[in-house]
Nanobody, 117 residues
Framework: QVQLTESGGRLVQTGGSLRLSCAAS????????MRWYRQTPGKPRIWVAT???????FYAGSAKDRFAISRDSAENSWYLQMNSLKPEDTAVYYC???????????WGQGTQVTVSS
């Protein structure tokens, strides 16, 4: 089992920056590609960014050129640096990893990001 804990969400003004953190604990060897998703009330959870185990990064169109996903292997953590934030970035952000070994999809509890206009 892997436990994921997000942190770093808060209220920020338009144009501001935030760095979200995802701390992993438990069976670290179960961690696969690392992802961030976000969700607004009444809407499906949508994918934001992926950092593969090989180090490749992928971004949704809304995140490209503004967000950056990274990892600190020593800390068993990954991050989402968000710049030039917009009100439409307001959401609960979740970190995620899927374990190819166990077939389990792990989620954190989410962290709220609110961007004021």
């Amino acid at each position: 089992q892997v436990q994921l804990t997000e942190s770093g969400g808060r209220l920020v003004q338009t144009g501001g920056s935030l760095r979200l953190s995802c701390a992993a604990s438990g069976s670290i060897s179960d961690i696969g590609d690392m992802r961030w998703y976000r969700q607004t009330p009444g809407k499906p959870r949508i994918w934001v960014a992926t950092l593969s185990l090989r180090g490749d990064t992928f971004y949704a169109g809304s995140a490209k050129d503004r967000f950056a996903i990274s990892r600190d292997s020593a800390e068993n953590s990954w991050y989402l640096q968000m710049n030039s934030l917009k009100p439409e970035d307001t959401a609960v952000y979740y970190c995620n990893t899927f374990s190819p070994q166990s077939g389990v999809n792990y989620w954190g509890q989410g962290t709220q990001v609110t961007v004021s206009s």
